[in-house]
């Protein structure tokens, strides 16, 4: 045979070295592949809640959500979630940016108006919990939760979503707050003296750019709120007449909410042979009722004119920004995360 | 062929199934401790201790003076107990957890020196994990004669330690 057609056994690959290189190539994906496995261990669980729980938290205590525009009256509180629904982007109840700890009551009622039904989506409330999970947990694993507050001494108490179960290690944060009420305006009636009428003077552009030595805590705030005008101390027989506004026509009280409530109804179906003898007459002008449309056109003081058939008062009128005060109650906020 | 140096196909398969077992072995035995559980719990009770500070420093109208103001210049230290107890201690379930706290005062006095006075103090300290939280607060109205006289007019640091028990 001629040995130029011989193949050469030259720096040919030996059966043993094919056999060791395989052995440590199922090795090696052997390792790489539990390596993840041994990253597990770095994760601890209770840890990731806790932070998930301490971010809800402070969320919910020290942002106001979004949108929040006060310039432009828009916040998220007063979107109708039936068709507004995906402009919510991030909810919180604090009642500014610089007010952490001090919770608005209206934006607790629109947080804690939830349904885990399927309709949800056709009503003015949250879907538990995708709503929640998508505008305020956030992340990519899907959490459970539970959010609860309540106010130390009436022990009202508002709940989102279900315990957590039995055994289940949850991450968790607590919370002390403030909650500020709407704003009350207590006005005692005076039976006999001159005027038949209860005026309130309300000057638009102070509700709307408060005086800066209040207290964001401390501010009537007509626009997010409702504002609830109390009159007490009728000693004889007493029926509210009208309630309108001055200068006439300026702003229109509607049968749909948002609206003007009597005592709990809406004016235009107040019954007014009601005798108020001896009873409060609650006026609650309710959140959403000024808004940016109507305040346009209206000049710059503004007067809510209660008539009687007999004399309550002296007749001369109240500056609401001087009797109305919202309240403010201290409650505890809990989140779980699990 | 020379066989000299060479390894022993049945000596390798051995040798690597060892050398594996062991790896499986290292790897699924570790575990790394984190101690960061720890801080956390001090995270959440120094948040909660402040919280109640604030609550109780934020006057309930306009102008008036705030209850962590008033109990400190009235030196009513129970009822500053019980409004701070139920701050950092209430649940919503209506359990109560189980936190203690002592309360020093910080003040300035007319010489310039930094003096604390024991405001609340009511249950002893056994070195447990306890934070420390602190709130400015400006003490004013003092009668002439009261025991806290020395605060009056005064910006003081509340300073509380809080632990639980």
Known sequence: MNDKWRLSEDAQLSIDFIIGFTIFMIAFIFVATMMSGLL???????????AVAYRTGVMLAEDPGNPYDPDNIVYWNLL?????????????LSIGRNSPAILQQAKIEKFFSWSSSLSCEANDEFCFP?????KLIFGDYPYNFHITLEEIESGRPWSLGAEPPNNRPYGYTRRAVLIKKPSVAPIDAIPDDTGVGINITMNIYDLVYPPTDIKPAHQVDIFQEDLIINVTGFTKDTHLQSI??????????????PTILVNEVPYQEYEK?????NKNLEIRIEQG??????????PAIIELRLMFDVTVSDGNPLVLENIANPPLVPAVLEVKVW | ????????????????????????????SASIFTPQEKHVAQMQLEQLGHDALVVMDTPGENGVQSNLSKFIASDEEEDFNQTYYKLVNQRTDGTFDTLKYNVTIYYQTDTGDIEPIDFFKKWDYHRENAVKVTQWSYITDIQVGESTEVLNDKVVLVEVLLWRD
């Open chain 1, 244 to 257: 309108s506004w001055f200068p006439s026509g300026s702003l229109d009280i509607p049968t749909e909410s």
């Open chain 1, 40 to 50: 597990v261990n770095l994760q601890s669980q209770t840890i990731d809640y806790d």
């Open chain 1, 80 to 92: 109708d979630l039936t068709t507004h629904r995906d402009e919510v982007e991030r909810l919180g």
């Open chain 1, 289 to 298: 009722y000024f808004n940016r449309e109507k305040l346009a056109g209206l």
């Open chain 1, 273 to 277: 042979t009601m005798n108020l003898n």
């Open chain 1, 130 to 134: 995708a709503d929640y999970r998508q």
């Open chain 2, 1 to 28: 062929m020379n066989d000299s140096g060479q390894l022993y196909t049945i000596e390798g398969v051995a040798a690597a199934i060892m050398m594996v077992i062991t790896a499986y072995m290292v790897i699924s």
